[in-house]
């Protein structure tokens, strides 16, 4: 018999469904991972014998094969342990297949069962709420998914025996809340410490109402840092959908930090020694780079003439 879990592969803020189908037969022992995995994906194996042995379900000598369908499409990342997980403890009779069917999972697990949060969780979160799913994921990852949606079903537990136990109903963990952003706007660079410098506030004033370029030449200590890193303070409040399109970004990089969204635009200043990957993003799944990061916010290229150490780069910032 196959048992399926579904979850998701990352195209840059898109989560696309992927089947985790896992099945058990006679043969030579072993766990063969196939459907593109990369390597983070393949070591997942390792991981998910030890946390099932940890967790009291030893795998049984037989041909264990796992399938990520669609087959031709790559899996990169670690979020693939718990689905795996998950499909091989429904193969093992642990958790019925009905009571995974109607959920998405997404996490890393820890040799000894334990779930670790991961990055994506809010991408997937949205995905699994358009498709009608819950959502499965580490206790860490939980505030972060609970803003897909209020009416999104989701469990979110600290370890493999925990959740078994929600899903067979013997003990259930309670619906994550929202992660807050903390009240600390004080301590934000405020474009009203600036003594002076009419025309350069006025500049930026434009420049962040009519959401403009801004290109600032002057004498090294004239204040051309300081009132760039001020320019967030008068950019208009995000809107709803502005929020999640940033929070996305940020859950796919990993910093979102405990689930926290924050109200306020980015601010990115990479350093001119910068990579190319690293100012436009790149990678197989597509990591933001400095640009996406700074999406709806400010991207400051701080010192922008060091920029350019090769061909390629002046074409980005021209
Ligand atoms: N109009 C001003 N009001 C308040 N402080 C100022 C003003 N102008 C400059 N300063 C002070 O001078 C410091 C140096 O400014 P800043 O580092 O922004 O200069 P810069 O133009 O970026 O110089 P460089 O070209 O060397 O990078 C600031 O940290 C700030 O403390
Ligand atoms: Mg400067």
Redesign the pocket.
Known sequence: MVTRVTTVAFQGIDAVPVDVQAHIAPGFPGLVLVGLPDKAVRESGERVRAALTASGLGLPPKRITINLAPADLPKEGSHYDLPIALALMSALGAIPQDALDGYMAVGELGLDGRLAHVGGVLPAAMAASARGLGLVCPTGSGPEAAWAGDDLDIIAADSLVALANHLTGLQLQARPKPGRQLADAAQLPDLA?????AVARRALEVAAAGGHNLL?V??????????AARLPSILPPLSARELLDISMIQSIAGELAGGVLSDRRPFRAPHHSASMAALVGGGLRVRPGEASLAHNGVLFL??LPEFAPSGENTKVLL
């Open positions: 410490d600036v003594r002076g410098q600032m002057g004498p090294p200590g004239a204040g051309k840092s300081m009132l701080d010192e």
